[in-house]
């Protein structure tokens, strides 16, 4: 069992920046790839980023050159630097661990959620224009 704590979530105006955490408990447990989800009121969840154990990142389209993805593996922790928000950027992020080992493969990462088994619990991102 793998247990994930967000924390960084909090209001900004358009343009303004967040650093979103995420740290994982320690186990044995094999964790593949990491991944940024988000979920806006009244919206399914969708994926913003993703990385695997070797550093190889993914991003949706609507992210790219904004936000940056990167790992801490001696502190366990998953990072999401969100630089230019925007009001559409406004939802509940979710960290997300996966043990599939085809959640990556050379070039690209899985930023699907139907590849991640493990969830926080969220942390929210206001964007007021």
């Known amino acids: 069992q793998v247990q994930l704590v967000e924390s960084g979530g909090g209001s900004v105006q358009a343009g303004g920046s967040l650093r979103l955490s995420c740290t994982a408990s320690?186990?044995?447990?094999?964790?593949?790839?990491m991944g940024w989800f988000r979920q806006a009121p009244g919206k399914e969840r969708e994926g913003v980023a993703a990385?695997?154990?070797?550093?190889?990142?993914s991003y949706v389209d609507s992210v790219k050159g904004r936000f940056t993805i990167s790992q801490d593996h001696a502190k366990n922790t998953l990072y999401l630097q969100m630089d230019s928000l925007k009001p559409e950027d406004t939802a509940m992020y979710f960290c997300?661990?996966?043990?599939?080992?085809?959640?990556?493969?050379?070039?690209?990462?899985?930023?699907?959620?139907?590849?991640?088994?493990?969830w926080g619990q969220g942390t929210q991102v206001s964007v007021s224009s």
């Open positions: 997300a661990a996966s043990n599939d080992p085809w959640c990556a493969n050379v070039g690209w990462v899985r930023v699907d959620k139907a590849a991640y088994n493990y």
């Open positions: 320690r186990n044995s447990f094999r964790i593949n790839c």
């Open positions: 990385i695997d154990t070797e550093g190889t990142t």
